[in-house]
């Protein structure tokens, strides 16, 4: 899914990194309130290394169950670099990208979960 999937400018007005629950909550100008699991947002990056430069090239990523987030840089006041302790920090999640990500995430996790089946792998490292 593209980062400009909405073209309605999104504002954060709460981010809050759960290490132990290993979530991720934001909250949006416009009252919508998501919890994002850290799997979810790791495997989910919008980094070249994950999406790749095209659909096609989109790669699953797995063994990350347990993956917790440990840092967050703020990119200007649009964005989040989020840092995984899995030393994986390429990713620059956009507010629009991360409202798309909380409104899907049912249907993006599904689509993981299957992916992952397909392709004979695991959640667990």
Same mark, same amino acid.
């Given at each position: ?61 797995? &063994? ?11 990119? &200007? ?42 392709? &004979? ?5």
């Amino acid at each position: 899914m593209s980062q400009s999937s909405s073209d309605k400018k999104r504002i954060v007005t709460e981010l809050r990194i759960k290490k132990e629950e290993k979530l991720l909550i934001v909250s949006f100008e416009t009252g919508e309130k998501f919890e994002i699991p850290a799997e979810l947002l790791r495997v989910e990056s919008p980094s070249a290394e994950v999406q790749g430069h095209s659909p096609q090239e989109k790669k699953i990523i797995p &063994g990350r169950r347990h993956v917790g987030i440990i840092g967050a840089e703020p990119v &200007g006041n649009y964005a989040i670099k989020l840092v995984f302790d899995d030393l994986h920090d390429t990713g620059i999640f956009t507010w629009n990208y991360l409202f798309w990500l909380g409104e899907n995430m049912n249907e993006v996790w599904d689509d993981y979960l299957t992916n992952l089946e397909a392709a &004979g792998l695991s959640r667990d490292p």
